[in-house]
Nanobody
Framework: QVQLVESGGGLVQAGDSLRLSCTASGRTFSSYIMGWFRQAPGKGREFVTT????????YYADSVKGRFTISRDNAKNTVYLQMNSLKPEDTAVYYCAASSNLVHPATGRDEYRYWGQGTQVTVSS
């Protein structure tokens, strides 16, 4: 069992930056692929980015490539999402998730077993 808690969301202006954090309980954090998803009002939950267990490999949705960076610190049981050059269309609830998948990248919601409660990111124009 893994419990995930996100933090770092907030209200920012277009062009600003935010860093989200997601801390996991338990001692097996490094055995999971980690991912970030987001859900805008009235839309489905969409894939944002994922990172392999070692942190060496990452994968991004086209909509955030070049602006967002995922990283992890296995010693701290934490995965981060650095978001730069934020746009109003990035407004959403952001969720971190853990996957036991053996294949990278894990981009599907069904590939993730554990989910955080989400943190709101609002970007004003």
């Amino acid at each position: 069992q893994v419990q995930l808690v996100e933090s770092g969301g907030g209200l920012v202006q277009a062009g600003d930056s935010l860093r989200l954090s997601c801390t996991a309980s338990g001692r097996t954090f490094s055995s999971y692929i980690m991912g970030w998803f987001r859900q805008a009002p009235g839309k489905g939950r969409e894939f944002v980015t994922t990172i392999r267990r070692s942190g060496r490999n990452t994968y991004y949705a086209d909509s955030v490539k070049g602006r967002f960076t995922i990283s992890r610190d296995n010693a701290k049981n934490t995965v981060y999402l650095q978001m730069n050059s934020l746009k109003p269309e990035d407004t959403a609830v952001y969720y971190c998730a853990a996957s036991s998948n053996l294949v990278h990248p894990a981009t599907g919601r069904d590939e993730y077993r554990y989910w955080g409660q989400g943190t709101q990111v609002t970007v004003s124009s």
